[in-house]
């Protein structure tokens, strides 16, 4: 090998050792997007399972599906579960046995990099591990909440209660705030402030649970501390946001059954874009109205418009597709989607067997209270239209026949039987993942969900919850669609 062959190759190996990354650089980046999670509970027993259920706080998915849902199985008292390829924080639902037979499901934040250890001490979850303190803090508040709106009190008496709850809830995190992540502490601050609002003071007004006079009462003469426009304002910039869906979920309700009664207006989705548009901005302002979209696409507006708006200035092209996708097939006069699903006899049923009836479609599930409220109402409705061109189709998403047709049986659901008028389906072992569920409910499947469709076979606009209006919306939209 000549001098000048000889120079080349030594620089060509300097310059490769040289900007070569060290070897342990690959091995850190691997750790860091890793999420590793074990626990050894003395009293679980190796017929027990622990569930996870993991969801992107970013998924830009109109269906905000699960983006992982597992079960470990127990071996010997311990489990073990992990998690490559994280690469921002996500919420995580821990369903564990509990030593008295029963099962508990909490929601801890998650970030790339944490290995945590649970144990079980003096009647309590412990953990420990690097990013231990958010998975603590959460299980300090998921215990808090259970009793937040529990007083038997005066409304105002409850609200206070409620806050005294709170507050301890914010100490606790304002006092482990060293050891968390500046993300992690307004994400965790954020989910805090959702979860504690909607409980006491946002659902009690969307499902009137309390009287005209406790709600003028509380409308009039209660001061929230743990939320206020000030707070909203040093909220809205943060980029955080964008991974707390529940409380981007709580902003759209709080706007909705508080900030609009208090001030004496009507709601309407148009309202609530104007707001959300006019007060935030970039990626923030983004987020929000697209999960209003999501919510209200196929509710009891048209949202056409504010649909054709948001799609001149949204960049997210995650967010536009979406969109676009379930405006094809979920807004009214639309084609409804033909199902194919088994009744309770075991007959083939397809939409296209209902044309030329009007058809209400009611999605829900064994153990939804919210449903067996709701059912007196749609009961009420089919007595209004017996003999009439009305079909009540119950769509069921139990993944288990036994379960389902032992709720049909029980009448708290939906009629004990199908007939000419009210036919009961279920999805089969798919459960909501069926199509059907994909195709008339946007976003994470909740119930109970109504649909309404035409003679035709048409989407109609969404009927209101029964529950809110005792069915008036409801009686008056099918009435309509007979004519």
Known sequence: MNVSIKIYYLIWVFLTVLLSPPLTSCAQHRNKETISINGKLEYLTNEDSVNFTMYDSQSCTI???????????????????????????????????????????????????DSISISYIKDDFVFEGKGSTKYSVANTIYKSMLKIGSSKSSILDKMKRSDSLAMRC???????????????????????????????????LKYH?????????????????????????EIKFSKSLTYS???????????????????????????????????????????????LLKYSINGTENTDELVDR???????????????????????????????????????????????????????????????DAHPYIDSLRTLFKNRDVAFISINWDKTKNTWLKSVSSGLYTATTTTVSTINLNTGNTGDKHPVVKNYIAGSPGAPTFRLIDKRGKLLLNPKDPRGDKGVDMAAKIEAALK
């Open 209 to 233: 649970s309390l009287s005209n006079e406790e709600v003028i009462t509380v409308l009039n003469n209660y001061e929230n501390p743990t939320w206020n426009r000030k707070l909203e304002n």
């Open 310 to 372: 948001a799609l001149l200035w949204f960049k997210n092209p995650k967010y536009r597709q979406e969109i676009l996708d379930f405006r094809r097939r979920s807004l009214p006069g639309v084609t409804a989607y033909n199902f194919k699903l088994t009744d309770q006899n075991g007959k083939t049923r397809h939409l296209s067997d209902f044309k030329g009836r009007v058809v209400l479609l009611d999605f829900w599930f064994t153990g939804c209270k919210n449903c067996i």
């Open 170 to 204: 914010f100490e606790v995190l304002e006092l482990n705030k060293h050891n968390l992540s500046k993300e992690a502490y307004e994400i965790l601050k954020m989910d805090l402030i959702a979860d504690i609002t909607l409980r006491k003071l946002i659902h009690p």
């Open 63 to 113: 269906t905000s599906s699960p983006t992982l849902k597992t079960t470990r199985r127990i071996n010997d008292g311990k489990f073990n579960f992990v998690i490559y390829d994280i690469k921002n924080p996500h919420h995580l639902d821990i369903g564990l046995p509990m030593s008295d037979g029963s099962s508990r499901s909490t929601r801890f934040l998650i970030e790339p990099g």
């Open 245 to 291: 869906f529940q409380y981007v979920y709580f902003l759209l309700e709080e706007f909705k059954y508080y900030f609009c009664q208090k001030n004496e207006e009507t709601y309407s989705a148009k309202k609530c874009y104007s707001y959300f548009y006019r007060t935030y901005s970039g990626v923030q302002r983004e987020r929000i109205i697209f999960y």
